[in-house]
């Protein structure tokens, strides 16, 4: 194992703000498909992979889940041009690389989706590798194995309850930012070690 800390990224919501053209995305696929889900659960959804997110919200896997998966994604990559970086997000990589600090992004987006948030980003990050996914402890200790890190060694950053339970089930940190809408109190119920508004407040500190 490497010696030294390491730092994992969530990419929607934490990197670029994305989260509510998740939100709106979602609703609107819902609401054509006659499932009223208001705006707010659905936000409280947003940061687990498609299918879970239905069953999560409708209480099952509908019948057309692909389909709904689909048009989600239609309607997200038609908002491409309005996402942006969160405050600070190019500081904060900027810092890591200066001071050799490893990271990874720990995503369940699909390719064409992690093609958009980089370019909102104005730039790539290395992914880790696909093992499940959040907020389940394997895609933490995944990341772990790649880095060479035990996951104590690893400290998440992330704006989802969902990113927390994943951290805190592999045994890793966990840093969450107000900046993807989830208040202060649910992620450090979640196991949140500090909460931040956005990436900016973590240059220098990880």
Aim: with cysteine; net charge negative; proline share 6%.
């Amino acid at each position: 194992m490497e010696a030294g800390p390491a730092i994992l990224f969530d990419l929607d919501g934490t990197l670029v703000d994305s989260v509510y053209q998740h939100v709106n995305a979602w609703h609107e696929v819902l609401q054509r498909n006659g499932w009223a889900v208001p705006h707010h659960r659905v936000h409280r959804a947003i940061g687990l992979p498609s299918g879970r997110l239905l069953r999560w919200l409708l209480g099952r896997a509908p019948e057309n889940e692909q389909a709904l998966i689909d048009a989600h994604g239609q309607l997200f990559l038609q908002q491409a041009k309005r996402l942006t970086p969160t405050p600070g997000a190019l500081e904060l990589l900027g810092d890591l690389d200066a001071r050799e600090v490893p990271y990874l992004a720990v995503t369940s987006a699909n390719e064409e989706t992690q093609r958009v948030l980089f370019g909102a980003l104005g730039r790539s990050l290395p992914i880790a590798p696909s093992a499940g996914s959040k907020p389940e402890q394997s895609p933490i200790v995944a990341a772990a194995a790649a880095l060479k890190r035990e996951p104590g060694q690893l400290t998440m950053i992330g704006d989802a309850v969902w990113d927390a339970e994943s951290a805190h089930r592999a045994g890793a940190h966990f840093v969450g930012l107000r900046c993807g809408g989830t208040g202060d109190e649910l992620l450090r119920q979640a196991g949140a070690i500090w909460v931040e508004d956005a990436p900016r407040d973590l240059v220098g500190r990880l």
